[in-house]
């Protein structure tokens, strides 16, 4: 094989794609190719290991006695643990015939040390391994922002008005349709462009008459952009003529909006500030939903900036709460406002939920609000629909205001927990761990406050009550098999050799996670927190707190990043991962995500005495 295609196969594997030309020229010249029987020993236990090995055909287990620990196959490497301390804890062996290549433990060790990326990344934790794996996909990923074009940022609406129209009835139109600039048109079809400072520095400082022609203040000059160009390219336009707007045209020469400078530049910032004071100003509906439609292409440009998922799901959840409040402000009765809690509970109400999946809510009344049930139920039906229209699909399971059952009274709630608490059915504890996870999004949120401190005073009467509670995680398997591969439900012939990682990840971390802060009477709702202030009560030790955390960042990234690749595919939001769409790294990640899950699963069964229940 020549060094070339050596180079290539190298340039597959991470973190051996982080060496300069250089260092993988040595690399490769250095390479021996090695066949290996099956059941053949290549590196024995209590020995001093003499290779770094990559596999290009075979699979190797690492054995400790009977006991298989790991397993290797194609671009996968093995051990280079053992080369560093000159030391093989476990022996390798291989379980089919093998090809390797072989490099000498001298010149791994050389190379490791010239080169400080592979030399980090070797010496780091998993919890690090798994907190610095977003740079080697993101830097691809930046490519997006450098191909966005004009039409992706937010163009405002052109509104085009006679050259003679009085300045009054300009500064009217400006106000009306909500936008910062005005065009004019003259008998000869020249376009000229007002601006609301125009107002501010000709009209009122010069004392002017309102009814005065608008065109007397307008600029001219004009400089158009096609609504497919490169936002790079708009921006470099702007900075060349001093610009601070441009005129966009469509294929066919016509004018359908202005971009400005804030414009461009909240683009590249993803817009979320301006997108907030949007949801603040709206006062209508129509202007709300038309705000909502920018969430998607924040969440895209974060991602692909290689923001961490963590900012990203806060980011998102502050701007859903602050839609959500709003809507409900708009909507309810005055009756209601003050008198109750709307909630939202599951994903949202944890801060963990990133695209709009279906609607988990619901509203607690204070007893002394002066609406009857009838009025009451009305509105919830109407939020429901509405919350619909926005895009937030209707939960399945019925999860929702419109359903009498999540919409009542302080006291009925309080009577409805007590009875969740002592049930003994999978609904009742789904219930009470869909609510321990709400949060006030709009109304008095002491309502809420107050019947989740019944819920821990109720919780302590029950010695069984945190058992059952904790006893679902048994009802889902981490998909690695005994010899760390991959384990498939080809039973659902849809997602054939693909992983389902809420089920088999996120959901068991998420209610392990819940289930010991509430036993706990912790007030916090999202995973991340929860994890840290169970660590500061010693529940859960600093190395496994960061392991945990980092497990559960890389679960929501790799679940995020399929999700947006359906949706620019034109197909269906899901919670399933092939693992073959992931590169090397990513795969190794994975599998060390869920060795994490499982150990606290471990964790919990033993805690709990989970095999008893």
């Known amino acids: 094989m020549s060094i070339q295609e050596q180079i290539n196969f190298l340039k597959t594997i991470y973190p051996f794609d982080q060496l300069n030309k250089t260092q993988m020229e040595e690399f490769s010249q250095n390479l021996d190719i090695m066949y290996?029987?099956?059941?053949?020993?290549?590196?024995?236990?209590?020995?001093?290991?003499?290779?770094?090995?990559?596999?290009?055909k075979g699979i190797v287990q690492e054995k400790n006695s009977e006991e298989v620990l790991s397993i290797y196959s194609i671009n996968e490497f093995f051990d280079p643990i053992s080369l560093i301390?000159?030391?093989?804890?476990?022996?390798?062996?291989?379980?089919?015939?093998?090809?390797?290549?072989?490099?000498?433990?001298?010149?791994?060790?050389?190379?490791?040390?010239?080169?400080?990326?592979?030399?980090?990344?070797?010496?780091?934790?998993?919890?690090?391994?798994l907190n610095n794996n977003t740079l080697h996909e993101k830097n691809k990923e930046l490519a997006n922002m450098m191909i966005a074009k004009v039409k992706d940022a937010n163009v405002h609406k052109a509104i085009i008005v006679p050259f003679k129209t009085t300045i009054y009835e300009a500064a009217k139109t400006i106000k009306e349709h909500r936008v910062p600039t005005l065009l004019l048109k003259d008998e000869k079809d020249e376009i000229y462009i007002v601006t609301d400072s125009d107002f501010r520095q000709k009209v009122i400082l010069n004392r002017m008459d309102f009814d005065d022609c608008v065109g007397k203040i307008s600029s001219t000059g004009l400089i158009y952009i096609n609504e497919n160009d490169f936002l790079f390219d708009a921006q470099l336009i702007m900075s060349k003529h001093g610009l601070k707007r441009l005129v966009v045209k469509n294929n066919n020469n016509e004018i359908v909006g202005i971009i400005d400078q804030i414009s461009l530049s909240s683009f590249f910032a993803t817009h979320t500030f301006s997108v907030s004071n949007e949801i603040d100003k709206a006062q209508t509906l129509e202007e709300l939903k038309n705000t909502s439609k920018s969430f998607l292409k924040i969440i895209k440009?974060?991602?692909?900036?290689?923001?961490?998922?963590?900012?990203?799901?806060?980011l998102v959840n502050q701007l859903n709460k602050k839609l959500i409040d709003k809507i409900f402000e708009l909507l309810a009765p005055k009756e209601l406002l003050g008198k109750s809690a709307l909630i939202v509970m599951g994903s949202e109400g944890r801060a963990e939920q990133i695209l709009k999946t279906d609607q988990d809510n619901a509203l607690i009344i204070s007893d002394d609000c002066s609406l009857n049930d009838e009025q009451i139920h009305d509105f919830a039906r109407k939020f429901t629909e509405i919350l619909v229209e926005f895009g937030f699909p209707r939960c399945e399971g019925n999860i929702m205001v419109s359903n009498p059952y999540w919409c009542r009274r302080f006291s009925d709630f309080k009577e409805l927990i007590y009875?969740?608490?002592?049930?003994?059915t999978g609904d009742d504890f789904m219930n009470l761990a869909i609510f321990y996870d709400a949060i006030c999004a709009s109304g008095d949120r002491t309502l809420l406050t107050s019947l989740k401190e019944y819920l821990f005073k109720v919780g302590s009467n029950s010695q069984s009550f945190y058992m059952n509670f904790a006893k679902i995680i048994t009802s889902f398997d981490v998909p690695l098999g005994f010899f760390d591969g991959f384990v498939f439900n080809n039973e659902n012939k849809k997602h054939k050799n693909e992983i389902d990682i809420k089920r088999g990840g996120i959901f068991i971390l998420v209610q392990s996670i819940r289930t010991l802060s509430l036993e706990n009477k912790l007030f916090r709702t999202n995973t991340?927190?929860?994890?840290?202030?169970?660590?500061?009560?010693?529940?859960?030790?600093?190395?496994?707190?960061?392991?945990?955390?980092?497990?559960?960042?890389?679960?929501?990234?790799?679940?995020?990043?399929?999700?947006?690749?359906?949706?620019?595919?034109?197909?269906?939001?899901?919670?399933?991962?092939?693992?073959?769409?992931?590169?090397?790294?990513?795969?190794?990640?994975?599998?060390?995500?869920?060795?994490?899950?499982?150990?606290?699963?471990?964790?919990?069964?033993?805690?709990?005495k989970l095999s008893y229940v």
Not at 88 to 93: E, G, H, Q, R
Not at 419 to 424: C, F, L, N, R
Not at 544 to 550: A, G, P, W
């Open 36 to 56: 290996f029987k099956k059941n053949q020993i290549i590196q024995e236990k209590d020995k001093n290991p003499e290779n770094l090995y990559l596999i290009m």
């Open 301 to 314: 440009s974060l991602n692909a900036k290689g923001v961490k998922i963590a900012f990203i799901t806060k």
């Open 419 to 424: 009875s969740w608490v002592m049930g003994k």
């Open 85 to 129: 301390e000159n030391y093989s804890k476990n022996t390798f062996i291989t379980a089919e015939e093998t090809i390797c290549y072989a490099l000498p433990r001298k010149i791994f060790l050389k190379i490791l040390h010239e080169n400080h990326k592979m030399e980090s990344y070797f010496f780091q934790s998993i919890s690090e391994k």
């Open 528 to 608: 991340i927190k929860r994890i840290k202030e169970l660590n500061k009560l010693n529940i859960i030790d600093d190395e496994f707190s960061k392991e945990l955390e980092e497990a559960f960042n890389f679960l929501a990234s790799v679940k995020l990043k399929s999700n947006l690749q359906n949706l620019d595919a034109g197909k269906e939001i899901n919670n399933y991962v092939n693992p073959e769409d992931l590169n090397t790294m990513e795969k190794d990640l994975l599998k060390d995500s869920f060795k994490i899950v499982n150990k606290l699963k471990k964790k919990l069964e033993y805690h709990y």
